[in-house]
C-alpha cells in the first residue's frame, strides 16, 4: 500500500456558536483535511491546528507548511508495515505534532479500508459506545453560563467541563454546581495561571469537581506538581503531555492524576496508544480530549476512546453541537445515555461529502504537483 498521491484542503467552517477559553474567541475554526491516495483507496486524516496558536505554537498555516514541504514528501512513493514506520519516517522533523498525526490518521484509515477492519479493531478498542461529555466556552455572565448548561443537561449530557480563566473561575464555577448539585463537573484553564496566581483558585476544591485542566503553563510540570500537593482535587493534564515520556516523567513527579488523551497534541494515534498503555498500566485514568473537530477527527476520537483505559467521558459531542455544516456525510448523535456510538464499518469509518468540503475549503494543493 504505497502512498502515491496526497491532497490538503485547508479548511475554514462555522461554529453554531462562539467558542471561548483563556486564551481567545473562536467563531470560524480552521484546520486542515489530508487526503491520501493508495492505489485505489483514499484515506482521511485531520490535522487540528487552527488558524492562531493559541492553544499551541502549531498553527494551518504552519501545518500546511510542514506537511507540503517536508512531510509528504518523506511519505511518497513510500510503503509502511505500521504506524511507527510512519513515524520514524517523519522523525526527521522536529515538533509539529499536529501536521504529523494528520498524516497518521489517514494511514490508520487507509489501512483498516484496506484490511475491512474498523480503527476500534485495529487500535484494540473495547467498548462500542463511548461516555461523553460536553466542553462548554466562557459565557458573558455566571448566570448565562448556567442557562447553557442547562439547555445540554436537557439534552442530555451528563458531564459538563466549562472553560475557566482569572476572574471568571470561581464565582462561575460555583454558579454550576449551586445549580446542579449532582453534576459531573470539571474546569479547564489552558494554561492561564501560575503557581502564585493559582492560589486564587483554592475554593475551587471545594466544589466536588471531577478534575481541574490545565491550570499551567505546558512546560511547567514541576509546578504542576507543587499545585497537586495542595489540592484535593485531581489535576489534570492536556497541554503538558507531548508523549509517552512526559507521561511517565509527570505521574512520577505527582504533576497530575488523570491524563487527557488528544493524538493531535501527541504526534498521532500510535502515541495516543502508547500513552493510554502507560496510563493503564499504573491504574491512572485518562479520558480523550477534544479540538472541536469535523465528522472525521470525531470519528478517530470515538475510536480512540474506546480502549479500556478512558474510563473518564470524553470532549467528545454531537456533531450538531459544532458546525452549522459538518463536511460527513455521517453526523454523530447522542445516546440517551451519554454515549455515542463508535462507528464499525472499515477505516474511521465515514465519507466526505465534497460538496461540503468545496463550501468548506480556503485552499487546496495536490501533491505531487
Ligand atoms: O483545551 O480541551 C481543550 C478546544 C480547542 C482547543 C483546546 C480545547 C478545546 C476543547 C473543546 O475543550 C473540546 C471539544 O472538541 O468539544
Ligand atoms: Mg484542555
Known sequence: MKINRVTLHHLSMELRSPFET???RTLKRESILLLVEAGDLTGYGECVADRDPGYSYETAGTAWHILRDFLIPSVLGVEFEDAHEMQRRMAGVRGHPMAKAGLEMAWWDLEGKRMG?????????VYDRVAVGVSIGIQESPQ???KVVGGYLSEGYSRVKIKIKPE???ADTQAVREAFPDLRLQVDANSAYT???A???APLDELDLLLIEQPLAEDDLWDHSRLQARFTTP???DESILSARHARQALEMKACRIINIKAGRVGGLSQAVAIHNLCLSQGIPVWCGGMLETGVGRAANLALASLPGFTLPGDISASRRYYLEDI??????LNPDSTITVPDAPGLGVNVDARALERASLARITLPE
Open 168 to 170: 471568571r473561575d470561581v
Open 144 to 146: 448565562e453560563l448556567v
Open 22 to 24: 483563556s486564551f481567545g
Open 117 to 125: 477492519r474498523s480503527l476500534r479493531q485495529l487500535l484494540g478498542g
Open 328 to 333: 460527513t456525510g455521517e453526523l454523530f448523535s
Open 199 to 201: 492560589e486564587s483558585l
Open 235 to 237: 489535576i489534570c493534564l
Open 195 to 197: 503557581l502564585e496566581t
